[in-house]
């Protein structure tokens, strides 16, 4: 039977190529056991006692069975599989958590002497303050110290300089943790007095000073410090045909993109198996799955993308959950992303939950979105075509300035449907926004670039189709489009941002607009807009801007022929992940009459039916659609009052 949600914009389902593997070989490591040696066989009673042990000795059909244990080291496959059914398998054992952690801990601290804790010389110092020192050892560190390498060394071309604070893409990569909690860097010393849990490194990278939260002595607490840069990555390019199942990769000192190196690396492998693996604080970027950088040649015949990455857990990356260069045919499925985002880096422009670049034939299904810091939960750089995103949840985006951004595409068709998209926001100075008194800004359709927050954002692209989806609680509006006539030289990117398709789609309280389109030359038909107040329809271009309600919408466009308005409420639970349809309890202010012209729906279940559209056919459950009628939104149906349970992931991290 044909999977649905798997059906591509251009009809073809996709290319999965996953069989059932039988390992012909399997090795064990533990590094718990009595009887661990390298030196050993690799049997369960003999087993390894380092993963890279077993890794330098797997041909393809082999499966690494890795106990459970903390692994301080960085596995480094030295051979990848052969084809799907001759894979090579790193997979946890048993119900125990297997961790590989790119740090140490350390035990050596004395108290912090010789430097002035308060910023003024005339201030008094707090006695009360207390702060240490650790002396790294070189020990720790064979050819990289990530505190003497600050984030950002390598491509620096897109920064813009007077836009952005730099002291964070000027940190060192190293983090300290205490009880596995990451103290916060500071710029200089005496920064700590104002900041417990907080650490400092000399400009050597050889000391690190901090300051444990409550002041308390390190000696009652586990304090580890990062010393390698990832957790599983090959050291050789292009290795393929690898699982890695089950591992949490934690405390990796990734440099901020680009090159793009995560926790877990593909290294330009291609056909990756990454499932069920939790990336636990990574200073940069969680997983990598494309070709590193743009500096690349790209070879002839050479596969990018093609990997896997599913049921994954990825926590507090600091610039991106998921990176990838001419990732193709990627599946990123059922996976939870979370914390993203707070080095802060978001003009570094490689900033986001799921950052690719001409992403082609990718199918982006029911993961979890959350709490995606001054970044975009998914961004999909120029050049992407036949893409589907489909039944994910893009939550709370904190300073967030979208949701999903698709750039510079101008060829092919990309469709987001039946998805949810959730309070986005915006990231801009409030202190920007002018303060217009009296009735002033009452004939303004368009206020100055300074308010942003958008549910989904299409920057010179061409051909979207977004349809069924659910958008609510957005600063600036559901959607906003614009231009790109002209971009890189050469590289023949820009685009017109028309074509677009609104098809049977939910909008509910965005505060400026549902929709701002560029231009006319777009499709809007049978979407419901909910508790949508002013001109939240309109279009920008040409001059002067206009912007309208549904009535005036129809009358002069010819849009939402069967568009409706309503008032009434939705409410998603973002942390137990519920949503909720409720009566209105008053209808809006109106002049008299006008309630009666508007035909406002008040009753969720009186939704009025809508024509489907031949993109789809099931609803964000999987629900299949009636084929001759349906209802705006991401539901089959909508029952007043009942409880919705969203979390739409499957397999064991549900």
Not at 343 to 364: C, D, P, R, Y
Not at 426 to 453: C, H, I, L, Q, T
Not at 501 to 509: D, E, S
Not at 578 to 591: D, N
Request: glycine fraction near 10%; include cysteine; hydrophobic fraction near 35%.
């Amino acid at each position: 039977m044909m999977d649905k949600t798997a059906i591509l914009p251009d009809g073809s389902c996709f290319s999965f190529w996953e069989v059932p593997v039988v390992y012909e070989r399997e090795l064990h490591v533990d590094c718990n056991h009595p009887e661990a040696d390298d030196g050993n066989e690799g049997t369960a009673q003999k087993p390894f006692k380092t993963i890279n042990k077993a890794a330098s000795v797997a041909t393809p059909g082999t499966r690494i069975w890795i106990h459970q244990g903390v692994y301080r080291e960085c596995v480094r496959p030295v051979m990848g599989g052969q084809d799907p059914a001759h894979m090579i398998c790193y997979e946890a054992f048993g119900n125990g958590e297997v961790v590989i952690k790119a740090s140490e801990q350390v035990y050596d601290f004395k108290p912090s002497t010789g430097w002035r804790i308060q910023a003024d010389f005339n201030e008094k110092p707090d006695r009360k303050i207390v702060i240490w020192e650790h002396r790294l050892s070189p020990d720790m560190f064979p050819g990289y110290n990530p505190f003497c390498a600050v984030n950002i060394l390598h491509d620096r071309l897109f920064i813009e300089y007077d836009k952005t604070d730099m002291s964070t893409y000027l940190n060192r990569r190293g983090m300290v943790f205490c009880d596995g909690k990451p103290l916060t860097q500071v710029a200089l010393y005496n920064q700590m007095s104002k900041c417990e849990g907080s650490y400092w490194v000399e400009a050597n990278g050889q000391t690190v000073h901090f300051r444990l939260p409550g002041d308390e002595n390190p000696a009652d607490h586990v304090i580890e410090v990062t010393c390698r840069e990832q957790c599983f990555a090959p050291e050789i390019p292009f290795l393929s045909y690898i699982k890695v199942k089950g591992i949490t990769c934690a405390h990796a000192a990734t440099g901020a993109p680009v090159p793009q190196r995560g926790a877990i690396s593909c290294y330009r492998g291609h056909h990756w198996v990454i499932e069920n693996c939790v990336i636990d604080w990574t200073n940069a970027v969680g997983i990598d799955v494309g070709n590193e950088c743009w500096h690349h040649d790209i070879l002839e015949g050479q596969q990018i993308g093609y990997s896997v990455v599913r049921g994954c857990t990825i926590k507090d990356a600091g610039v991106c959950g998921i990176a990838g260069l001419f990732a193709t045919h990627m599946l990123i499925e059922d996976n939870l992303i979370e914390g993203t985002g707070w080095q802060k880096m978001e003009l570094s422009w490689e900033a986001g939950a799921i950052k690719l670049h001409n992403s082609v034939n990718g199918l982006f299904r029911r993961n979890v979105f959350r709490n995606t810091f001054r970044a975009d939960h998914l961004w999909l750089d120029c050049g992407n075509e036949n893409n589907r995103i489909t039944g994910n949840l893009f939550l709370d985006g904190v300073e967030q300035r979208e949701a999903i951004f698709i750039e510079c595409t101008r060829d092919g068709i990309n469709l987001i449907d039946h998805n949810i998209i959730w309070n986005v926001e915006g990231r801009f100075d409030p202190a920007k926004v002018p303060v217009e008194p009296g009735s002033s800004g009452w004939y303004k359709m368009e206020e100055p670039d300074v308010v942003n927050g958008y549910g989904i954002y299409g920057e010179g692209t061409d051909h979207l189709r977004i349809v069924h989806n659910l958008i609510g609680n957005c600063r600036s509006a559901g959607y906003f489009a614009k231009p790109v006539s002209y971009r890189m030289q050469g590289m023949d990117r820009g685009g017109t941002s028309r074509d677009a398709w609104f098809v049977n789609n939910l909008f509910y309280r965005c505060r400026e607009a549902a929709l701002k389109l560029p231009t006319k030359d777009n499709l809007v038909e049978g979407n419901c807009y909910v508790r949508e107040e002013g001109g939240y329809l309109r279009i920008l271009h040409p001059q002067p801007p206009v912007c309208l309600h549904l009535p005036a919408w129809k009358e002069f466009y010819g849009f939402d022929q069967q568009g409706q308005e309503a008032w009434f409420d939705i409410a998603v639970d973002t942390v137990n992940m519920t949503l909720q349809f409720t009566a209105a309890e008053a209808k809006p202010f109106a002049f008299p009459g006008e309630l009666e012209r508007r035909q406002f729906v008040y009753d969720p279940e009186a939704l009025g039916a809508v024509a489907p559209c031949n993109l789809t056919d099931t609803d964000f459950y999987g629900v299949a659609l009636e084929k001759e009628q349906c209802i705006p939104g991401p539901l089959a149906q909508i029952e007043t009052g009942k409880v919705y349970r969203l979390d739409p992931r499957k397999g064991d991290n549900r």
